[in-house]
Nanobody, 128 residues
Framework: QVLLVESGGGSVQAGGSLRLSCVGSPYYLSYCMAWFRQAPGKEREGVAA???????SYADSAKGRFTISQDIAVNTLYLQMNSLKPEDTAIYYC???????????????????????WGQGTQVTVSS
């Protein structure tokens, strides 16, 4: 059974940066890894995804500000978030798809139904 553990959340002012990490245990590789977020009273939304070959996809809200990456050697997924805005405030979750699927922006739009393993979430709060 794969477990995912996120870290790196916190409170920052608008314009600041945070880097989220997600460690997979006992192994990491999946067909697609992604970050999702959920703000209070809102539906979960996809933020960014990365395929096994390193190709990345981003939601429009993340383009130009967030960067998803992975270091397979240490079983870790990252989300570098720059120029943070108050509307980025949410709980951020990493997720793994363990079945073959195209790791494109479509998996972000579908809201997570392609992903079978989820972390516990890490809170990100951006103040104005």
């Amino acid at each position: 059974q794969v477990l995912l553990v996120e870290s790196g959340g916190g409170s920052v002012q608008a314009g600041g940066s945070l880097r989220l990490s997600c460690v997979g245990s006992p192994y990491y590789l999946s067909y697609c890894m992604a970050w999702f977020r959920q703000a209070p009273g809102k539906e979960r939304e996809g933020v960014a995804a990365i395929a096994m070959d390193g190709r990345t996809s981003y939601a429009d809200s993340a383009k130009g500000r967030f960067t998803i990456s992975q270091d397979i050697a240490v079983n870790t997924l990252y989300l570098q978030m720059n120029s943070l805005k108050p509307e980025d405030t949410a709980i951020y979750y990493c997720a793994a798809a363990l079945r073959p699927s195209a790791c494109t922006v479509a998996v972000l739009v579908r809201g997570g139904s392609d992903f079978s393993v989820w972390g516990q979430g890490t809170q990100v709060t951006v103040s104005s």
